[in-house]
């Protein structure tokens, strides 16, 4: 550029710069350098032209990317210079609907501070509104229809502006400036309370107040959130809240609290200051937290038996407003039965959950998709995603590299489904378990709602090598390409996306489920991933499940297998050893063993940890997936410092052996040792194959992924192990390393040399 004279330049952003301000910041940058042009929204982002004096331009593009709003997300800024043509203002134009849909819609965003001081001011004309937002906050992929994302493509375009919003929405000085979700008590949606049976019983201010009133006296609220319901219930009332439990059927997985402020939340909670800023951000998730040991049995009925607590702050105003209200937690969970999508709408929700909630506190604002809360929790100082929607979801993972479009399916348990649109991978929000006809249903909307956002075919479609999967025959029966994934590269494939990192390294794949190559069930896996070729290097030893998908709710049956793999019809005569069972159970599971009859092999370490959770004595059946294993992490002894032995051998692939840690576990238990001791040195021994393996195999990198990396004190443990002996691990952190993740590592896969498992 010339020091002097007139310039012009057009410039295109590309990233998450939709529904964050980013135009009337455009707008007050220009004119404040006296420049001149046009900005816009287009389906690939914001395009704008600027002319003026050379150095008012070198200054407008210099401060473009440092000053960005602080909700954008900036993933490229390319500017070209041009010829002037006599621009005579800057305006803001309509919005640019042309061409390849490449914008990024933005998550869902926790209410701003500027917005939470409007409604608890008495003199501002949104005081106490529950639907209050700006370009800041409020809903945004729970509302949004279609790109590019402008008010007539959301559903908020029911509602005709005021005078008083259409003003501040066209005001590019103003903090509301194309706030797409605008409104306000004259113009927008509106609260109402229903009865059981979906009868209006109060409006407005009147409904706010009757529901804190039904919460208060101990009833069950059913209240629509921004991306669904959610039922709310009073934590501190143990009988309102094992009134829940037995409603929804939920007998002792863990519920999440919401408290009304950071300050009650550290009453109860140990929170270091990541935890704070996590809880605080505008993403606003669950964060899984340490009780303090006053209150590690004042909430048995919350989370019992579980000395972590999953605890979120009011995200919305409508949650702000209630919990002021209240000014006590509330018990804050899906508003769903077991295996069901969160409901989204309220007549819907009044049959779904008859019988159930006592109230319903809705309002008119349409869900678009349903989103649930995000669960995050810190694992060796960095913030882990369990859970992945609101707050999140669908900000894309950036692949290194450019790939045909793919549509990825993902796994049958905490599913997302996943599409690549050049080098973004837009990842759903949570979609759960595929077991009802409700999961299945908003599966397929889910599946069929991110081509349809992008406009794209996807030329290929990803899915799980497992044949009965219902993704998987879903996958088979659409058009294009089908490209079958296995389960656990597909963890370590995403681990890789999601840090970019290329060949050669060490994957590490620990989960409970997943179908082999060889048509057993996998989970215990390492992966030497070379340039060319993906091996499966090791696993443990297998062994059987009697009764198949049923040892997964009874850690009894894992538990025989490994017995029975040891001692084989010698077990029968061990009575000690099989006394969690009746005698016509153990005519069945005797039959089933010795036939090979229902009694898939495994390799898994989840199962490990069920079937060593049962020896300890912790636990022989489970009400939820995980909850022996999650029982023998709590138990663990923090003074035990050894480990209970193992061996390796083999060259193709190298198997490792528990044979002589379950002797030694069978021969604490003989001895009365303590379950926490126990439950220590099973960890210590997990923690130690893997730098055996390491060691044995000498790559550097460690990828690792899959559910067992959830339990905090087995992937800090192998992390400190691996860094202290010269490797260089990686953990998932944006992208959960359970089986919400699948989808990312199918479609990373789906177009690599790398895919096939030698």
Same mark, same amino acid.
């Given at each position: 550029m010339k020091d002097n004279g007139i310039e012009r330049a057009r410039v295109q952003i590309r990233g998450a710069v939709q529904g964050v301000g980013f135009r009337p910041f455009v707008y007050r940058l220009a004119t404040e350098l006296s420049l001149r042009g046009w900005v816009n929204n287009s389906s690939q982002g914001v395009f704008l032209e600027v002319e003026g004096g050379a150095s008012q331009l070198r200054s407008f593009l210099a401060r473009l990317t440092k000053e960005k709003p602080p909700r954008a997300v900036i993933q490229s800024c390319e500017s070209v210079q041009l010829d002037p043509v006599g621009y005579e203002a800057f305006e803001i134009r309509e919005?640019?609907?042309?061409?390849?849909?490449?914008?990024?819609?933005?998550?869902?965003?926790? =209410?701003?501070?500027?917005?939470?001081?409007?409604?608890?001011?008495?003199?501002?004309?949104?005081?106490?509104?529950?639907?209050?937002?700006?370009?800041?906050?409020?809903?945004?992929?729970?509302?949004?229809?279609?790109? #590019?994302?402008?008010?007539?493509? =959301?559903?908020?375009?029911?509602?005709?502006?005021?005078?008083?919003?259409?003003?501040?929405?066209?005001?590019?000085?103003?903090?509301?400036?194309?706030?797409? #979700?605008?409104?306000?008590?004259?113009?927008?949606?509106?609260?109402? $309370?229903?009865?059981?049976?979906?009868?209006?019983?109060?409006?407005?201010?009147?409904?706010?107040?009757?529901?804190?009133?039904?919460?208060?006296?101990?009833?069950?609220?059913?209240?629509?959130?921004?991306?669904?319901?959610?039922?709310?219930?009073?934590?501190?009332?143990?009988?309102?809240?094992?009134?829940?439990?037995?409603?929804?059927?939920?007998?002792?997985?863990?519920?999440?609290?919401?408290?009304?402020?950071?300050?009650?939340?550290?009453?109860?909670?140990?929170?270091?200051?990541?935890?704070?800023?996590? $809880?605080?951000?505008?993403?606003?998730?669950?964060?899984?937290?340490?009780?303090?040991?006053?209150?590690r049995h004042s909430q048995s009925a919350i989370s019992p038996g579980n000395p972590n607590l999953g605890l979120m702050l009011p995200s919305s105003p409508l949650h702000h407003l209630l919990l002021r209200e209240l000014n006590f937690p509330v018990v804050a969970t899906s508003g769903n039965r077991s295996d069901e999508p969160i409901c989204v709408e309220e007549k819907e929700a009044v049959v779904r959950l008859r019988g159930l909630a006592n109230f319903f506190l809705v309002h008119d604002r349409p869900i678009v998709r349903h989103v649930d809360d995000s669960i995050v929790r810190v694992m060796h100082g960095r913030a882990m995603m369990l859970r992945r929607a609101r707050g999140y979801a669908p900000l894309p993972v950036t692949l290194a590299r450019p790939q045909a479009s793919t549509l990825a399916v993902g796994a049958h348990l905490k599913n997302t489904v996943a599409l690549s649109v050049e080098q973004n991978v837009f990842i759903s929000q949570h979609?759960?378990?595929?077991?009802?006809?409700?999961?299945?249903?908003?599966?397929?909307?889910?599946?069929?709602?991110? #081509?349809?956002?992008?406009?794209?075919?996807?030329?290929?479609?990803?899915?799980?090598?497992?044949?009965?999967?219902?993704?998987?025959?879903?996958? $088979?029966?659409?058009?294009?390409r089908h490209v079958a994934v296995q389960h656990h590269w597909a963890h370590i494939a995403s681990c890789m996306a999601e840090h970019n990192l290329e060949p050669p390294l060490l994957g590490v794949a620990w989960d409970g489920t997943g179908y082999g190559t060889d048509g057993t069930i996998w989970g215990g896996e390492f992966f030497l991933v070379q340039d060319n070729s993906c091996q499966r290097a090791a696993h443990f030893r297998t062994f059987r499940l009697p009764g198949g998908d049923a040892a997964v709710k009874e850690p009894r049956r894992g538990a025989l297998g490994l017995l029975h793999e040891i001692f084989g019809d010698a077990l029968w005569e061990q009575t000690d050893l099989i006394e969690n069972f009746t005698a016509a159970e153990l005519k069945t599971l005797r039959s089933m063993l010795r036939g090979q009859v229902n009694s898939p092999l495994t390799s898994s370490v989840g199962r490990l940890f069920d079937g060593v959770a049962a020896l300890a004595g912790l636990r022989a059946r489970s009400s939820f997936e995980g909850q022996a294993a999650m029982e023998l992490e709590f138990m663990i002894d923090p003074a035990t410092a050894d480990s209970y032995p193992f061996t390796m051998s083999g060259t193709g692939p190298l198997v490792i052996d528990w044979e002589p840690a379950l002797r030694a576990i069978l021969a604490d238990r003989r001895r009365q040792v303590r379950p926490g001791v126990i439950a220590a040195r099973f960890h210590h021994l997990l923690a130690d194959v893997i730098l055996a393996v390491a060691r044995h195999f000498r790559e550097t990198r460690i990828a690792l992924s899959g559910g067992c990396f959830q339990n905090r004190y087995l992937t800090e443990r192998v992390i400190d192990q691996l860094e202290g002996a010269g490797f260089e691990p990686a953990w998932q952190q944006r992208v959960p390393p359970n089986d919400g993740g699948i989808s990312l590592g199918q479609t990373w896969l789906a177009h690599s040399p790398l895919r096939e498992i030698t």
């Amino acid at each position: 550029m010339k020091d002097n004279g007139i310039e012009r330049a057009r410039v295109q952003i590309r990233g998450a710069v939709q529904g964050v301000g980013f135009r009337p910041f455009v707008y007050r940058l220009a004119t404040e350098l006296s420049l001149r042009g046009w900005v816009n929204n287009s389906s690939q982002g914001v395009f704008l032209e600027v002319e003026g004096g050379a150095s008012q331009l070198r200054s407008f593009l210099a401060r473009l990317t440092k000053e960005k709003p602080p909700r954008a997300v900036i993933q490229s800024c390319e500017s070209v210079q041009l010829d002037p043509v006599g621009y005579e203002a800057f305006e803001i134009r309509e919005s640019e609907e042309s061409g390849g849909k490449t914008a990024l819609i933005l998550p869902d965003i926790a =209410t701003c501070e500027d917005c939470l001081r409007e409604i608890f001011d008495r003199g501002d004309r949104r005081f106490r509104y529950p639907f209050t937002n700006c370009t800041n906050c409020g809903p945004r992929f729970s509302i949004v229809e279609a790109l #590019p994302y402008d008010r007539a493509n =959301t559903s908020m375009k029911k509602f005709a502006m005021c005078t008083e919003c259409a003003r501040e929405y066209r005001d590019p000085a103003d903090r509301r400036f194309h706030a797409e #979700p605008i409104a306000c008590p004259r113009c927008g949606p509106q609260l109402q $309370l229903w009865d059981s049976l979906g009868e209006c019983v109060a409006r407005r201010e009147d409904a706010l107040a009757q529901a804190a009133a039904e919460i208060r006296a101990g009833r069950i609220v059913a209240l629509k959130g921004v991306g669904g319901f959610q039922l709310l219930v009073d934590a501190r009332n143990d009988g309102a809240v094992q009134r829940l439990r037995e409603r929804k059927h939920r007998e002792e997985k863990p519920f999440a609290v919401m408290s009304p402020s950071l300050e009650q939340a550290r009453s109860c909670c140990e929170i270091t200051e990541l935890e704070a800023a996590l $809880l605080t951000s505008c993403e606003a998730p669950i964060v899984l937290l340490e009780k303090k040991p006053a209150i590690r049995h004042s909430q048995s009925a919350i989370s019992p038996g579980n000395p972590n607590l999953g605890l979120m702050l009011p995200s919305s105003p409508l949650h702000h407003l209630l919990l002021r209200e209240l000014n006590f937690p509330v018990v804050a969970t899906s508003g769903n039965r077991s295996d069901e999508p969160i409901c989204v709408e309220e007549k819907e929700a009044v049959v779904r959950l008859r019988g159930l909630a006592n109230f319903f506190l809705v309002h008119d604002r349409p869900i678009v998709r349903h989103v649930d809360d995000s669960i995050v929790r810190v694992m060796h100082g960095r913030a882990m995603m369990l859970r992945r929607a609101r707050g999140y979801a669908p900000l894309p993972v950036t692949l290194a590299r450019p790939q045909a479009s793919t549509l990825a399916v993902g796994a049958h348990l905490k599913n997302t489904v996943a599409l690549s649109v050049e080098q973004n991978v837009f990842i759903s929000q949570h979609l759960g378990d595929l077991a009802t006809q409700q999961a299945h249903d908003a599966f397929t909307k889910t599946v069929a709602d991110l #081509p349809r956002l992008y406009d794209i075919r996807p030329e290929v479609i990803a899915h799980d090598l497992h044949p009965e999967y219902l993704s998987t025959k879903y996958a $088979l029966q659409q058009p294009g390409r089908h490209v079958a994934v296995q389960h656990h590269w597909a963890h370590i494939a995403s681990c890789m996306a999601e840090h970019n990192l290329e060949p050669p390294l060490l994957g590490v794949a620990w989960d409970g489920t997943g179908y082999g190559t060889d048509g057993t069930i996998w989970g215990g896996e390492f992966f030497l991933v070379q340039d060319n070729s993906c091996q499966r290097a090791a696993h443990f030893r297998t062994f059987r499940l009697p009764g198949g998908d049923a040892a997964v709710k009874e850690p009894r049956r894992g538990a025989l297998g490994l017995l029975h793999e040891i001692f084989g019809d010698a077990l029968w005569e061990q009575t000690d050893l099989i006394e969690n069972f009746t005698a016509a159970e153990l005519k069945t599971l005797r039959s089933m063993l010795r036939g090979q009859v229902n009694s898939p092999l495994t390799s898994s370490v989840g199962r490990l940890f069920d079937g060593v959770a049962a020896l300890a004595g912790l636990r022989a059946r489970s009400s939820f997936e995980g909850q022996a294993a999650m029982e023998l992490e709590f138990m663990i002894d923090p003074a035990t410092a050894d480990s209970y032995p193992f061996t390796m051998s083999g060259t193709g692939p190298l198997v490792i052996d528990w044979e002589p840690a379950l002797r030694a576990i069978l021969a604490d238990r003989r001895r009365q040792v303590r379950p926490g001791v126990i439950a220590a040195r099973f960890h210590h021994l997990l923690a130690d194959v893997i730098l055996a393996v390491a060691r044995h195999f000498r790559e550097t990198r460690i990828a690792l992924s899959g559910g067992c990396f959830q339990n905090r004190y087995l992937t800090e443990r192998v992390i400190d192990q691996l860094e202290g002996a010269g490797f260089e691990p990686a953990w998932q952190q944006r992208v959960p390393p359970n089986d919400g993740g699948i989808s990312l590592g199918q479609t990373w896969l789906a177009h690599s040399p790398l895919r096939e498992i030698t």
